[in-house]
């Protein structure tokens, strides 16, 4: 697609994208008698958690990230290796991002002695605590702490499932996706990809978005917390055909471009140059007159070569050109222009017509 500000992206969401959880542990002198339950209460609730859930393991004290799989065998020298350092969370908050968007969860006993510290930063909303007899924060920190508990009351602590995925970004205009649970959404010349408790996070989306700008992936919990990512987007420079009509189908695609009545495939009468479905004779259902498409639905774009006619099947939207698009609604189109000054899409007049001309050989057609 040709324009100054969109640009037609392909963006895949991997089925394993799931929550980010941060363990900090505490191998101080102070924690040492609770070693052992600390250890059991990590691995029980590893257990516990989903899969697609993805663990990071840190000591307090310490910047070196662990592997959370290898607790189980690692644990005693791990615990060892780091009894030396002090309850201080300073040196694993500062090698992470402030854009993180995962809970932090320490287990320790005792206090944290620069927890405080931290009161006004990005993280302070994703601590959560555990111990094991004395609190690990000073007197009116007020964040949340559990005392002792089974690896179940930790678990339902944490994990707050995903009821809902979005997609968005400036001029995002979604064309086709792969996955039934979502569905396109418009908010005031806005356009949003929502999925409600889609069964997996694997979709495949095709759009339009605003040249270099960034796809935010939304995902809404059961709690109503929001984590935000971004995208990872490839450029389509080019697609290639979902198929290629027939001789009869091209010898009346080649009349109905330049509005010419056609003869029907199947009961032989000449129809209008705009007829898709042929109601003549017994058939109970009306017959697509290109039978390449006969169980397809929404846009489809026809392009002349030297040997025919190929299609491919664009979806809900189909781009027109100049930052014009024609969107599905049920069984008719709509037109939509993107204002770049907005970054919205703006109602435009006018019709989309059958066979509507793309330029270089190709036409549209809603089906």
């Not at 662990?66 to 201080?88: G, I, K």
């Amino acid at each position: 697609m040709n324009h100054p500000t969109l640009c037609e992206y392909t963006c895949r969401l991997e089925g394993d994208q799931g929550e980010d959880l941060i363990l900090l542990l505490d191998a101080s002198e102070s924690a040492a008698p609770q070693r052992g339950a600390i250890i059991r209460l990590c691995l029980e609730t590893l257990a516990e958690l989903p899969t697609d859930v993805r663990v990071r393991l840190y000591f307090l004290g310490n910047p070196q990230a662990y592997s959370a799989h290898d607790l189980d065998t690692q644990a005693p020298a791990w615990f060892e290796d780091n009894a030396l350092r002090a309850s201080l969370i300073s040196p694993v908050l500062e090698t992470l991002s402030p854009l993180e968007e995962a809970p932090l969860v320490v287990l320790g006993d005792g206090l944290i002695y620069d927890l405080d510290d931290w009161r006004d930063s990005p993280f302070w909303r994703w601590l959560r605590l555990v111990n094991f007899g004395a609190s690990l924060q000073p007197a009116g920190a007020k964040l949340p702490e559990l005392t002792t508990p089974t690896a179940q009351m930790l678990r339902q602590s944490l994990y707050d499932p995903v009821t809902a995925i979005e997609l968005r970004g400036p001029g995002f205009l979604p064309l086709t996706w792969d996955s039934p649970a979502y569905r396109r959404v418009e908010d005031q010349g806005t356009f949003v990809l929502r999925g409600e408790h889609p069964p997996t996070a694997a979709l495949t989306v095709r759009c339009l978005l605003c040249r270099d700008a960034n796809l935010h992936v939304e995902r809404h919990h059961a709690t109503g917390r929001v984590s935000r990512r971004e995208a990872s987007l490839l450029p389509v420079a080019s697609r290639p055909a979902d198929g290629r009509l027939t001789p009869e189908e091209v010898a009346i695609l080649d009349r109905a471009c330049r509005r010419r009545d056609f003869t029907c495939p199947y009961c032989g009468a000449t129809h209008a140059w705009d007829t898709l479905r042929c109601r003549a004779g017994r058939a109970i259902i009306a017959q697509p007159v290109f039978s390449s498409l006969s169980n397809q639905r929404g846009f489809v774009q026809f392009c002349h070569d030297a040997e025919g006619a190929d299609y491919r099947l664009i979806g809900e939207a189909l781009p027109l050109g100049n930052g014009l698009a024609a969107l599905q609604e049920d069984t008719h189109a709509r037109l939509v222009r993107f204002d770049p000054v907005s970054a919205r899409w703006l109602p435009e007049t006018g019709e989309f017509s059958p066979y509507q001309f793309l330029g270089m050989n190709c036409y549209g057609l809603l089906l």
